[in-house]
């Protein structure tokens, strides 16, 4: 954990520092990645099978092997805790209203010159969601990203999820039934994601492909975008929160936890005005660590990225937030809003000290899936506009165009396209 | 060009053969564009000053070398010929009203248990524009990027443009003016866009990059994706007109070539109902070409690319349409509207006899810059959103958060994260 004051003669380089500090593991794997894209490209389910038998220890031999039923789905749902069963439900409900609540509107108008014109959205036919298997498989995950495709109106939302020596996780599972997911395929990794790229004797293509995984599925991702849509390139997380003297440094402590238990890579930030409460969060969390059973992850997280930054005034907070540009932002200040107001760059922002961050991962109803490593600053969250396309539309009557074609023949004949100045003029010229 | 008939025996595998076929020239500059990003990152200036006299022949040494003055933007303004410069401001005056209805709203509203929830957008601070030098630098395509931009807010738009051997392009001085563009970089290639994504000493970073470019150029905007946000993968582009037989086959045969006429891997495709009409959509495009002055480009892309379906009816072509995904399809038909209802794929559509495709390109109002190469399936045209992101925001009351808080902590203790557990039940325990 670092401590940095604005004050100091150094604030500045040290800071800086921070905002540049990519904190990514340096495993290069392009190579890698390209390799296994090629060979399910050129070999199909052959390839999967190689790579399922090698990665995950799975044969896919069977149906039941290659897919998990929707029957296998429902019944993980019903052999659910009714609490917990609840609490998918809950989430499930505030997640698909807060995305409603995003579909975008169609245009259509006719201008003062009598030319229609307009933009109309439609979903995607098809989407594919990485669930990562063993300890990063989330049911939370899987239906931030899946009930967003439901609600763009995605027709076929397929799955992809290894089962590691043949296990897969009920929780997920649950979360898929509830979601609607049409397919789940049980294959992960790279191989998994060029499947629903390039598409398999078995396994359909996709349009677009999104969902959290390591580096290997990223980079295979990576390398995909533009053969398919994806939602973005995601990297390590981190949370910002900022606060004034009068918060409780254990909720405080707790919040900077909740980000660093993810991953060592995580990063947990405190700006505040009041040195003392920046003592009792940092106490706070050392005796939190001693207990918590994330506590080696979160432990190395916090040793390596953590950083507390003492301003001598709040005034100061958000020109530093805005160059952190956090995937998260809790903002327990007095006048939250006025905050936000001054506040450019964050994934999501959490309005005080009542909105832990961990509300928004689960029930609040926004997506939990958010721009990480200061891409906030140009991204966004995961939301239905990610499962949907605009097609613009232009509709002329004989008379815009004799109105407007005119300069259209310039603007061509100026940039030596004759074809295009021809194709106006002799409709104008009829 | 290739002639077939829905009625063919194999007309399936003959079409499904062009909807596979990429048409990308096989050029591998992967390499080579990861070694000028790296030297660009490394070296900054001094690495941008070696490749633009080798690439360019241009010595970057004084400030005017490097840069052009707006005041130089304006002298190429006022010196355009007066019917040409009422052209480029009615383009941008129709560009920025189509744009400016394009704008999202924020969202904030409070739900059934008290919980304030939102989103808002900002523009991106700084945001690149490439502008490709010579033959394909043209004036509408810096529009059809810039206006966008501006619109949405962006407080500093740079150019880059090759000025090869010293020679910049007029047209596109003189719509940077009109546009606002605040700076005007003359480096080109890889090494341009790697400047606008890390900065260099003289060029300040940028948070998107839009805009056309050659393979390196497009592939150095594939590799920094995620360093900086960019508008699409761009690949070669295509017209697809469906038309009855009420139509002038002149008019059918301009609007081909305008598409075959900007590269040999263009692909103009007519869909008809009526074999008479595509001999002399054909016989019309033959003559055409003897004479066009860009007919040698037009000659290779019709040849190698150029295809004409004729279907037994019109209520095949939506089908086939969807499948090819065209970047631009033109609906020469007489009810276009109920075609457009039953077409779902295409980056713009094109409503009647009366809108060529290259109104679209000038004047008419939505983006030119559009997804090609079968992306229309899940991209989307240039829009305002591209120089935009989104924050969502959660503001929980006390209630609120004990409303809905208890669920959470069942779902973080079910993924096994204590310390988001906590971050709930701290303050619900309070």
Known sequence: ??????????????????????????????????????????????????????????????????????????????????????????????????????????????????????????????????????????????????????????????????????ESNALVLAAAHIAGVDEVWRVGGAQAVGALAYGTQRIGKVDVITGPGNAWVAEAKRQLYGVVGIDMVAGPSEILVIAD???????????????????????????????????????????????????????????????????????????LADRLAAEHAELMVADPQAMFAKLRHAGSVFLGKHTPEAVGDYVAGPNHVLPTGRRARFASGLSVLDFMKRTSFIDASDAALAAIGPAAVKLAEAEGLPAHALSISVRLNK
Request: net charge negative; aromatic share 6%; charged share 30%.
């Open 1 to 166: 954990m670092q401590l940095l004051r604005t004050s100091d003669a150094d604030f500045e380089a040290k800071f800086d520092k921070v905002v540049r500090d990519r904190r990514e593991s340096d495993t290069n794997v392009a190579r890698d990645v390209a390799n296994i894209l090629n060979e399910v490209k050129e070999r199909g389910d052959a390839a999967l099978v190689d790579y399922t038998a090698r990665f995950d220890q799975h044969r896919l031999t069977s149906d039941s092997d290659w897919r998990i039923s929707a029957e296998d789905c429902k019944t993980a749902y019903d052999a659910l805790d009714g609490e917990l069963r609840d609490a998918l439900e809950l989430a499930a409900s505030r997640i698909r209203a807060y995305h409603e609540s995003q579909l975008p509107e169609d245009r259509d108008y006719t201008d003062d010159i009598g030319m229609r014109l307009g933009a109309r959205w439609l979903p995607v036919e098809a989407a594919g969601l990485y669930v990562p298997g063993g300890r990063a498989a989330y049911p939370s995950s899987l239906l931030m990203n899946a009930v967003p495709a439901k609600v763009a109106g995605v027709e076929r939302l397929v799955v992809v999820t290894p089962t590691p020596k043949g």
């Open 245 to 319: 003297k009068d918060n409780d440094p254990d909720w405080i402590a707790a919040d900077l936890l909740s980000q660093a238990e993810h991953d060592p890579t995580s990063q947990s930030i405190l700006i505040t005005d009041n040195a003392p409460l920046a003592g009792m969060v940092r106490d706070s969390i050392d005796r939190a660590l001693l207990s918590l059973p994330t506590g080696k992850t979160a432990r190395a997280s916090w040793d390596a990225h953590g950083l507390i930054v003492i301003v001598d005034s709040l005034e100061q907070a958000p020109a």
